[in-house]
C-alpha cells in the first residue's frame, strides 16, 4: 500500500521574508536630498542608497525603478502640510498671511521649490509625478491661501467677486520664480513684499490694511 504524500507539506505555500518598511522614511529623504542637490537626470540609487546608508538592493526591491522611488518621496512631502482648520486668525488678511511667514515654512517652501526644480525636466514625461508634484509642492499652500482669503471676504474685508484661485496661486508662483529663475534666496522681507505689493492690491486692499 502506497503511503498518500504529505498534502500539507506540499500544498501550503511558503511566505517570503516580509519586507522591512520601518526605514521608508529616512530613504525617501535622502531621495529627496539627492533629488534637490542634482536633480533626477543625475540622481542615482547607488546615490540615495549612500546617503540613507541602506542597501542598494533594499531600495530595488521596494522601488524597482528611479521614477517609482521619486514619486512616492516627493508624494511623502505633503506629510506635515497646513492645518486648514488651524491657519492664524488675526482678523486681518494681510496679518493672517504675515503670521504664516515664519522660518520653518521660509525653508519648507525652499526645499519643496529645490526639489521642483530637480524634477521639472520629468514632468511632461510623466502625468503621474506630475500629479504628485502638485498635489504635495504646490496644492497645500494655495488651500491654505484660499482658506485665508474667503474668510477675508466672509467677513466683508475683501470683495466676493475676486479670483480667489488666481490670487492663492501668487505666493508659490514668486518663491519659484524669486528660487529658480533669480536663483537668489527667500527671505521674510521679500514675502512680505509679495503680500504688500501684489496680494493685497490684487484684492482691493491698499498696503499695510
Known sequence: MTTAPDQTATDTPRLGRKRDLSRDPEILEAALDVLAETGFERMTIDEVAARARAGKATLYRRWPSKSELVIDAVACMKRGAYD???????????????AMIKEPSIADAERKMQVMAGIVSMLSKSPELADVAEEALVAPRRA????????????????????????????????????????????RAFLVSVVDAIVLPALGLSEKR
Do not use: F, K, N, Q
Open 84 to 98: 486648514l482648520s488651524s491657519l492664524p486668525d488675526t482678523g486681518t488678511l494681510r496679518g493672517d498671511l504675515l
Open 144 to 187: 491654505a491661501h484660499r482658506v485665508l482669503i474667503e474668510r477675508a471676504i466672509a467677513r466683508g474685508e475683501v470683495p466676493a467677486d475676486v479670483d480667489i484661485d488666481l490670487i492663492a496661486s501668487v505666493g508659490s508662483a514668486m518663491v519659484a520664480h524669486r528660487l529658480l529663475v533669480e536663483r537668489r534666496p527667500v527671505t
